[in-house]
């Protein structure tokens, strides 16, 4: 079934169309960006239960951006009716007219063109199986209650089972001098979170669960409570790992945050424009291994991060940063491709209308590559499997890179002893660590349990993967 588009937004679209002509009348660019998004979350563990409206996805605004051929502005707004059209245009007005006054002294401007878009008309919506706002609050919980339920009847060291989920929908209208674009979209993410104890020793293991989609992600949190139950309580015998460079392999969700840590960050190109990504001097350099293609794109995979168009009326793509080794492109909102005279490539996001558009990841993962997992481990002569990432931290100035991972998996001999290691620090120069690359699985999975934020705030919704690789890894 098709994500239905929002009512609110139909109703106000002659409205915008009028308002758009007003500020065309004006300005040589001008453009509107309607949103109606609504989310719910949901959270039960062994002592307590809750739903409620998710703050950051839930949102009901317009922004309208305009520019006078030296400056832009932007204003957003919650309210417009027939009434207030020439007032908004006022505010505009006097934002445009400020730029001059509110320059700090010793800066000098940025020399921006008008965007040229082509016309463009268009209208999709995402599919999904199960709507989650249909199938209702006491359902969910039911269910969630259910699986908690089952993980804690596992073993009495579980000393809790958290499980959660969450979704988002949402409608956005884009409106230019050429352009009217609307999309509907939903996706949902769920999470199962364990924990147990033995003694004085406490250990977690979470695993998460997303789709471009609706309540179906439930039934995969089911099919897992057993696997995850079991790692948690093999954690609990787990020691301290010994320093040093490892042959390893990651696992997909590893490989995912290396992905969007090590070189997602660094290649998205406002940091470009600010001089604080050191990627730019290297685009058409080798900066990983012949195996590694990597993507990032809203269209490059179906995952939580998918949409037909960016906020800033930008098609969605499916871009190439990395092709066999070599650094092609970066992502970009058009704001930062105007500047450096690139094509936009459908990455300026917004956490909300609220908010300033940033170039953001999407779908960023790696290509997969020829081999199978029993081929890579059977490769190994020490080293550890990878899996389970907790977080991570990067230097897109310095290409430093620094994650933490809960599992490292003993491997002697080509073969996994079962003795586990954990907490691990993942740390290195990205370039070392990607160019090492020597093997990849076919099998290439992403995963979008998370947010990303630009710096400590501005969150939206990635995804990131990619297949079983093997590299030499500096582990602590």
């Given amino acids: 079934m098709k994500v239905q588009g929002s009512l609110f937004i139909q109703e106000k679209k002659a409205l915008l169309k009028k308002l758009l002509d007003k500020l065309l009348a004006q300005y040589p660019y001008a453009s509107i960006l309607a949103e109606d998004a609504k989310s719910r979350s949901y959270n039960v563990s062994r002592k307590n239960m809750s739903v409620g409206e998710g703050v950051r996805g839930t949102s009901r605004g317009f922004v309208v951006k305009v520019s006078d051929g030296r400056h832009y502005a932007e204003y957003s707004f919650n309210q417009i009716s027939a009434d207030n059209l020439d007032n908004i245009c006022a505010r505009i007005r006097e934002l445009v007219e400020s ?98 104890a033995k003694g004085e020793e406490i250990k977690s293991y979470f695993k998460s669960y997303s789709n471009l989609g609706g309540a179906e992600v439930l039934s995969q949190i089911d099919a897992d409570i057993a696997d995850c139950a079991k790692v948690v309580l093999e954690l609990l015998e787990s020691e301290p790992i010994i320093p040093g460079e490892y042959d390893c392999i ?82 970009s909102d ?20 609220r908010r300033k558009a940033y170039t953001r990841m999407t779908n960023t993962f790696f290509e997969g590559g020829t081999d199978t997992v029993e081929e890579m481990i059977a490769s190994v002569k020490y080293g550890f499997l990878l899996e389970n990432p907790q977080n991570g931290m990067e ?13 490292a998996r003993e491997i002697r001999d080509g ?62």
């Fill in 99 to 196: 730029s001059d006054k509110i320059m700090p002294g010793g800066l000098c401007e940025s020399e921006y063109q008008v965007p040229i878009q082509e016309e463009t008309v268009f209208s999709g919506s995402t599919d999904y199986e199960i709507d989650p706002e249909t199938l209702g609050d006491d359902a969910i919980l039911e269910h969630l209650t259910a699986v908690k339920e089952k993980g804690l009847a596992v073993s009495e060291k579980i000393l809790d089972c958290q499980v959660t989920c969450g979704y988002q929908k949402y409608t956005k209208l884009f409106l230019s001098g050429g352009r009217v674009m609307e999309q509907s979209v939903m996706w949902m993410t769920g999470r199962m979170h364990f924990i147990a």
């Fill in 415 to 476: 073969k996994l002893t079962g003795k586990i290691f954990s907490p691990i620090v993942l740390t290195g120069y990205v370039p070392d660590l990607l160019k090492s690359i020597s093997m990849m699985s076919e099998q290439v999975l992403l995963g979008g349990g998370g947010m990303c934020g630009k710096g400590y705030k501005e969150l939206v919704k990635v995804s990131d993967g990619g297949p079983y690789i093997k590299a030499k890894i500096r582990l602590g």
């Fill in 250 to 331: 990651c696992s997909p969700e590893v490989t995912g945050m290396i992905v969007h840590e090590a070189f997602g960050h660094g290649v998205e190109m406002d940091m470009f424009v600010k001089k604080r990504a050191l990627a730019e001097q290297y685009v058409g350099e080798r900066v990983a291994s012949d195996l590694v293609t990597m993507h990032d794109g809203a269209s490059a995979a179906s995952e939580v991060a998918t949409y037909f168009f960016d906020d800033e009326g930008t098609m969605a793509h499916d871009t190439t940063v990395i092709e066999k080794g070599i650094l092609k492109s970066g992502i």
């Fill in 334 to 353: 058009l704001q930062s491709a105007l500047i450096l005279q690139t094509e936009p490539t459908g990455n300026g996001r917004r956490e909300s209308f």
């Fill in 395 to 407: 230097d897109p100035k310095n290409w430093g890179i620094q994650c933490m991972v809960n599992i």
